[in-house]
């Protein structure tokens, strides 16, 4: 900012700066509004859903860490959250993505298992929390997480299923400590490329690794 004669003149580099800062908070306002709208619905339609992914994806990247967990802690109660919108909040890191890791039922076993390979330890210890976590899943997330020797048991036959080459078998005899959390990811990358061959995706979205 420059003044002549008592004038204040903006620069074309401040004009910038608050046009920067106006549609940051016009996107923040509509990021929150509309998920928190969204999350009233007793029961959404699929017109609905999809309404919210389209407006609140292409935002994404024009909002705050803190809008982007308070919309993960919204979504994480929500029983009909937009499985697009979901994923792509998992995507970030713990601290903004754990309610949704641990409570959002838009997440299939595939997804869990695809956030894992992708995000290791941290996510692998928030997705451990969830309720009726398949046993196999949670098996891996141990041998992750510990640098001994683990063995993974078939889940039992009520158990949600997953693909057979997810069994990690661990020999003492020829195993050295560390081994079983490698076996374990590669038994994950085993899993996502097993079930993607069977049909099931796991969804990519813009901002994600595979």
């Known amino acids: 900012m420059c003044r002549v004669s008592g004038v204040s003149f903006v620069s074309s580099a401040d004009f910038r700066q608050i046009a920067i800062r106006a549609e940051s908070g016009k996107a923040e306002r509509l990021f929150r509004a509309t998920v928190s709208a969204f999350c009233s619905l007793t029961r959404p339609s699929r017109r609905e859903i999809a309404q919210l992914e389209d407006l609140a994806l292409p935002l994404f990247a024009d909002v705050s860490v803190e809008s982007r967990r308070y919309v993960a802690a919204a979504l994480s109660e929500c029983e009909y959250a937009p499985a697009a919108l979901v994923r792509r909040l998992c995507e970030e890191p713990v601290d903004v993505a754990a309610p949704l890791l641990i409570r959002s039922r838009a997440l299939s076993d595939i997804d869990l298992i695809?956030?894992?390979?992708?995000?290791?330890?941290?996510?692998?210890?928030?997705?451990a929390r969830r309720k009726d976590l398949n046993?196999?899943?949670?098996?891996?997330?141990?041998?992750?997480?510990?640098?001994?020797?683990?063995?993974?048991?078939?889940p039992e036959a009520n158990a949600k299923t997953v693909p057979e080459s997810a069994e990690v078998v661990a020999d003492s005899s020829q195993q050295v400590p560390g081994a079983a959390a490698e076996t374990a990811r590669r038994r994950l990358r085993s899993m996502m490329r097993d079930a993607e061959r069977g049909g099931a995706t796991i969804n990519a979205f813009a901002g994600a690794n595979t």
């Open 135 to 154: 046993p196999t899943i949670a098996h891996l997330i141990r041998a992750l997480e510990k640098p001994t020797l683990v063995s993974v048991r078939q």
């Open 114 to 127: 695809a956030l894992i390979g992708r995000h290791g330890l941290p996510h692998a210890r928030a997705i």
